[in-house]
């Protein structure tokens, strides 16, 4: 048999093994910290921040949020004291907000826009980071909402570790097919003799 | 046959023996799972003034416990039962009928029983910090191979020592014991270093320890190591160097003398 067929096939052995790893630490669900919601009412141009955590990549922000009215949604990476510092100010404005945003991109974990309904996701970091909920409200008009956010745990990013282990599963498989053929065809020829 | 020839086809023989199906994919497994089990950010998440560099330190030596542990328990096998087996039976005796110096069929054996198990422990590790933490390890990858080359200091010396040990008794089964025995006796001896420096309120005896396993004094200067040292011996960056050089030139000579052994000495 070829050398270059055997290494690939291993290469590819490893691979799907590896694969097989990464699918199991997906399928190890998540284990919830704690929980806090409730219901306010976000005032017309104003900013509202209601949950800041530390946060590591095995932890997350289970975020459930329901509007009646136009409400955008952010978690910053940056704590509400350097959140108040930064605008210097007491009271957040919309406006203000923005215009920081747009400076400082960067601050922006994960930002959505909720219209007369509901909104699910999941944040979960990639570095370790403060994690601060913030309503904003653009509209003019006042904008009850319903919020649960969850404090997740888990070991690896449930998503990208599956979607990871799909690919090198995939890609294992590929190169493993050239050697199980040579192997299968040996064995007929052994066979026939 | 081309000069480099012989050379790999001992290689390849080598790693045909070392790395039998699937012994190469059940340590790719055990690797990959226990990094992503055990990983950890340590107390970071209780102290936001602990600098990222540090978050790369703690993530990367929480992830070299049990998965060490199984990367050391291969390059036993591969040095004490495969190369002792290989003397044992002859083997590496038919090897010396190839055209080849010792010296290099000792480098085939060696790059087979350590250079494939590092590769496979460093990039399947490496790779699963990177899906975890992007973040932290993509600025600081100096401080990760960093922590990783501190951690594989101690398992290197007793890989050093165990190769001498093999090719003294010439007999697989015997030099693995001796190997686990060596390992446990290290890290009984690293506990008992620090609790002696706590006792004695002197730092003499994580130095001492640093020269054999420099992660002591790399775990003192990042300052997160919770137990009794503590505190207590504040390294500067040049030091944590000084100590690396000197256990890997331990290494070194350790491997140098191997090398001595088998090309001068060995009677075969």
Known sequence: MKRWIIFLGRGGTILVSVGLALLLVSLIPSAQLGTQGGTTAVPPKWVQPLNEQILTPQQGLQITVTANGTLDVYVLEVSLQVLYQVMEDDFLNATDLEKLLDANPSLIGWHDEVDNGTIEHEYVPTKVTNATLVFSNPSSEYVPVDFEVAITSRIAPGTKVGNLAFWVISIGFVLVLPWFAQMWKSRRRRKSL | ?268
């Open chain 2, 1 to 268: 046959m081309g000069k480099g020839k012989p050379f790999l086809e001992v290689l390849a023989s080598a790693i045909h023996e070392d790395y039998r199906f699937p012994i190469l994919e059940i340590f790719a497994f055990l690797y990959t799972l226990g990094t992503f089990v055990f990983a950890s950010f340590g107390s970071s998440i209780v102290t936001s003034t602990v600098t990222n560099e540090s978050v790369a330190y703690t993530l990367t030596s929480s992830l070299l416990g049990l998965p060490l542990f199984i990367f050391i328990i291969l390059i036993f096998k591969n040095i004490a039962y495969g190369f002792g087996g290989d003397l044992e039976k002859g083997i590496i005796q038919s090897y010396l009928s190839y055209p080849l110096k010792r010296w290099k069929i000792l480098t085939a054996k060696l790059l087979s029983a350590i250079g494939i198990a590092l590769i496979l422990f460093l990039s399947i590790q490496i790779s699963a910090l990177y899906v975890l933490a992007p973040d932290v390890i993509s600025p600081y990858l100096g401080t990760v191979l960093l922590t990783y080359a501190a951690n594989f200091s101690s398992s290197l010396f007793v890989a050093g020592i165990l190769l001498l040990v093999t090719l003294v008794l010439r007999r697989g089964g015997l030099t693995l014991v001796v190997g686990i025995v060596l390992y446990f006796s290290m890290s009984i001896i690293s506990s008992v270093a620090l609790v002696v420096a706590f006792a004695t309120d002197s730092q003499l005896p994580l130095q001492i320890m640093s020269v054999i396993a420099p992660n002591v004094v790399l775990s003192q200067y990042y300052s997160v190591s919770v137990g009794f040292g503590n505190g207590l011996w504040t390294p500067a960056f040049s030091e944590v160097f000084l100590f690396m050089g000197t256990s890997y030139a331990i290494i070194a000579g350790l491997f140098f003398l191997g090398y001595y052994y088998f090309s001068r000495r060995l009677g075969l």
